[in-house]
């Protein structure tokens, strides 16, 4: 089952604008991840924030985490068409010695010129 | 050095028949993980191996399901009976081992059960 919820589904917006995304989650985890997925390229990592962080900056990604709501948001400034993307939340919720993640619906970022 | 790589790039079978998907995770990663996306769906967790043991086959969504691990490297994953909701892209990915790594992903299968 999806652990993960991202709110929107879908996105539109005009490039140079601030694109925010949200993901809920059900269960108590140990980081939670960003991957960007589009046709050409595949599923990629953007960033990671762990449990005990609240926000995470990487280039044009700012990323928080609010443990209490169970909730994390992804923000991109200054965007670009090639932002263009499906942008998915994984909630890692591994013990042991490996990393079990769980996937989003997605939500599907359009960015026009 | 080279990503996760898998093959074959596009599948298509008949209903019945069954099908070997290979992925090829990166050099070290003891770590080698399998997903199923639908379309337009998320990704759906079937499988991990830490080195060739698979400690989580709980996502695996019947008995038809089966995959491996040989050498701590090569992984394939087997769908028995194929059936057409079994179509769908499957995805590896590897990552180091231990917990709060990033997953890479390879490209991904693309079944189709006709």
């Known amino acids: 089952s999806q652990q993960g919820e991202e709110d929107p589904q879908a996105l539109s917006i005009q490039e140079g604008e601030n694109a925010t995304m949200n993901c809920s989650y059900k269960?108590?985890?140990?980081?939670l991840q960003w991957y960007r997925q589009n046709s050409g390229r595949g599923l990629v990592h953007l960033i990671l924030?762990?449990?005990?962080?609240r926000e995470k900056h990487s280039g044009r990604l700012r990323v928080t985490l609010d443990t209490s709501k169970k909730s994390s948001s992804l923000l991109i400034t200054a965007s670009r068409a090639a932002d263009t993307a499906s942008y998915f939340c994984?909630?890692?919720?591994?013990?042991?010695?490996?990393?079990?993640?769980?996937f989003g619906t997605g939500t599907r970022l359009q960015v026009t010129l | 050095g080279a990503g996760v790589s898998q093959s074959p790039s596009n599948k298509v079978t008949e209903k019945g028949k069954d099908v070997e998907l290979r992925c090829d995770p990166i050099?070290?990663?003891?770590?080698l993980y399998w997903y199923r996306q639908s379309l337009g769906q998320g990704l759906e967790f079937l499988i991990y191996?830490?080195?060739?043991?698979?400690?989580?086959k709980s996502g695996l969504p019947s008995d038809r399901f089966s995959a491996e691990r040989t050498g701590g490297s090569v992984s394939t994953l087997t769908i028995q009976r194929t059936q057409q909701e079994d179509s769908a892209v499957y995805l590896c990915?590897?990552?180091?081992?231990?917990?709060?790594?990033?997953?890479?992903f390879g490209p991904g299968t693309r079944l189709t059960v006709t």
């Open positions: 994984a909630t890692d919720t591994g013990t042991g010695t490996a990393s079990k993640l769980t």
């Open positions: 924030i762990r449990s005990n962080e």
């Open positions: 050099s070290g990663h003891t770590a």
């Open positions: 269960t108590s985890i140990n980081n």
């Open positions: 990915a590897s990552a180091r081992q231990g917990l709060g790594y990033e997953q890479y």
């Open positions: 191996f830490q080195g060739n043991s698979a400690p989580d």
